[in-house]
């Protein structure tokens, strides 16, 4: 009992999958089961847009206590919106969207770890005062109608493939990518470092700056990649867009097993924890919830999966 | 050289004035009475608002929820406090216990409290969306003229947000609990051993938050006369933005109240200054990021000399 009990500690991403799994069964036994199927494709579906912003966040929650991005929301939007301008319902001008979009999402990262940097704030702080810059700049370069996606774009976003989402497979070898470079490389291994004593970091010899601002960039990245597939699967971009995700990067990642308290990260964890979240709201929906009621349960789970996890932090 | 610990006190104080100038030269007009009335009318929820924020961050916490429970105050206060006043009174009471409670559980299982008010801001966006799923419902005539109350020379809003900031200064910065408070922010182990009790501490200051939350949705409510479960979603950004720019710092439990309350009448102004300006309404987060910053990097200028000196 002990050693499986050990062995389970090993593998925090497990609870995720299994609350998924509770909350899947419970939605498919009050239809009956008809629709499991669908439920849970759809999940994939949804599911991936937030499992590509909680990889940015996870990584930015990993380097360590107070640092959260709360920028991706607003980096996200303007990335969808720049790429929708400059695609222009354009198929040739797909790449160059993209590249725009990326590139202003990078610009983003890089002002969040200048801010860091130079103003000696708490990253939340700066990441807070940057985001209302980009949503200004979202906003004021949206203005207008909504413009929709190339068709290829479109159809890249939302295409299926023996039933799984495209979008959904290339998110999971991005997935395995990040994993692989958390574990076995040394920018990986620096994050983790960081997380969990700076100073000892800095003192053995790790560039604590450079992953740093890595990091800052990565999450802005794919915020960024996120508002632009985003927009393709909605049909256009929309200035509300990211508002969804603020919570829901976070939650990913803290429901995902990873340390709040930085040090720890865990990519698995993330789409357990993804799938569990939309599932519940789908549940909640098949009950006749309110949206009242769904956002009530919504906060509460968070918290009360936080609670019990918390207790965890304290005994490394 | 003015003493560089000098300049950060009197930063808030400046940026006030600097804003203050900006808008008279602008449009002359404001200079008066009525104009300042109006200009300012809105900071006085901002102004408690900014209060609540600052006790959570006096003990190194940040309330993301502030804003939405700000909105369900309104609601509660324009549907249930208006129909059947003594259920109201009740529910606002279980509001301010419901923060203290938070602030055990954050403590307790020592929880970061960003997540845990990320939550808590969805939960009081549902009760309020429940209770009143459109605008709506009716502010207590009581409270409209509470708002509405016009003082002699001096505009109301000037006149509440110096009393306001007098009060909580006398009690976080001159009481023996306001200085166990800070030092929780400070030092928590040092008091810790010294006999404090934390946990204590961290539920009077969620309460006290919760209060002024209650407060500033009630004076709200007085403003607007009909209620929203979204009305005041900017809140939490405001009233961090009020801490900041009144020269709290977001560790160790540096804050001051006058220069939250000061740093909330800024804000109030720069968002009447920026029309005036006729800078287009897209603009309007992105310019009070834009003096979020300014003022961070200059406080960071001053701190870098201070820290040479």
């Known amino acids: ?316 | 050289m003015i003493n560089p610990r000098l300049l950060r006190a009197a930063l808030p104080f400046l940026s006030l004035a600097v804003v203050l100038g900006a808008t008279f030269y602008v449009q002359p007009r404001t200079m008066s009475y009525f104009g300042l009335n109006l200009m300012l009318q809105y900071a006085v929820p901002i102004a408690l608002a900014t209060i609540a924020q600052m006790f959570i961050i006096t003990v190194n916490d940040l309330d993301l929820s502030i804003g939405p429970f700000v909105g369900l105050v309104g609601v509660i206060a324009a549907t249930v406090l208006n129909g059947t006043p003594a259920l109201g009174v009740a529910a606002l009471v279980a509001c301010v216990l419901a923060y203290g409670l938070v602030g055990a559980l954050i403590h307790l299982r020592s929880l970061p409290s960003i997540v845990v008010t990320l939550g808590l801001s969805f939960v009081w966006l549902g009760i309020a969306v429940m209770i009143l799923p459109s605008p709506g419902g009716k502010a207590p005539p009581l409270l409209r003229s509470i708002m509405t109350f016009s003082v002699p020379y001096v505009p109301f809003p000037i006149v509440a947000a110096i009393v306001i900031g007098a009060i909580v200064h006398l009690a976080l910065m001159t009481t023996s609990f306001g200085v166990i408070a800070r030092g929780a922010g400070g030092n928590p182990k040092a008091l810790t051993r010294a006999g404090w009790s934390m946990l204590q501490t961290r539920v009077v200051m969620y309460m006290l938050a919760g209060l002024f939350g209650v407060l500033s949705g009630l004076s709200l409510l007085g403003l607007t006369t009909s209620a929203d479960a979204h009305v005041a979603d900017r809140y939490t950004l405001y009233s961090i933005a009020g801490v900041i720019l009144g020269g709290g710092e977001f560790i160790g439990g540096r804050v001051s109240p006058m220069g939250a309350v000061v740093g909330a009448l800024t804000l109030a102004l720069a968002g009447a200054f920026l029309i005036f300006l006729r800078i287009s309404p897209d603009w309007q987060i992105g310019a009070q990021g834009a003096i979020l910053i300014v003022v961070l990097a200059m406080r960071a200028l001053i701190t870098s000399r201070e820290a040479r000196s």
């Open chain 1, 1 to 316: 009992m002990t050693a499986l009990r050990a062995r389970l500690a090993t593998l925090p991403w497990l609870w995720s999958f299994a609350a998924a799994v509770l909350v899947w069964g419970l939605a498919a036994t009050v239809t009956g089961g008809r629709g499991a199927g669908e439920i849970l494709t759809s999940a994939l579906a949804f599911g991936t847009f937030t499992v590509i912003v909680g990889l940015g966040q996870m990584l930015v929650i990993t380097t360590g206590p107070g640092n959260v991005d709360l920028s991706i929301p607003a980096t996200m939007t303007l990335s969808g919106v720049i790429a929708m301008k400059v695609m222009d319902t354009e198929s040739a001008r797909i790449l160059l969207g993209v590249a725009a979009a990326l590139g202003a999402s990078s610009i983003v990262g890089v002002v969040n770890y200048v801010l860091i940097r130079l103003l000696r704030i708490p990253p939340i702080i700066a990441t807070l005062s940057s985001s209302f810059l980009v949503l200004s700049t979202a906003i004021s370069y949206g203005r207008g109608l909504r413009i929709k996606p190339p068709p290829p774009l479109a159809d890249f976003a939302t295409v299926r493939l023996g039933g799984l989402p495209l979008v959904t497979i290339a998110i999971l070898i991005l997935s395995l990518l990040i994993a692989l470079v958390l574990k076995r490389t040394v920018y990986g291994r620096t994050v983790a470092a960081i997380g969990q004593n700076e100073r000892a970091a800095w003192l053995a010899g790790l560039d604590v700056r450079r992953t740093r601002f890595i990091t800052y960039v990565l999450s802005a990245l794919l915020a960024g990649v996120c508002g632009i597939l985003q927009s393709g699967f909605s049909g256009g971009a929309a200035l509300n867009m990211g508002d969804d995700f603020l919570l829901a990067s976070i939650a990913v990642v803290v429901i995902g097993g990873t340390s709040v308290a930085g040090g720890r990260g865990n990519v698995p964890g993330i789409w357990g924890a993804a799938l569990f979240m939309f599932l519940l709201v789908t549940m909640l929906n098949i009950f006749g919830a309110s949206p009242g009621i769904r956002l009530v349960m919504t906060g509460l789970i968070i918290i009360a999966v936080i609670t019990a996890a918390g207790g965890e932090t304290q005994t490394r």
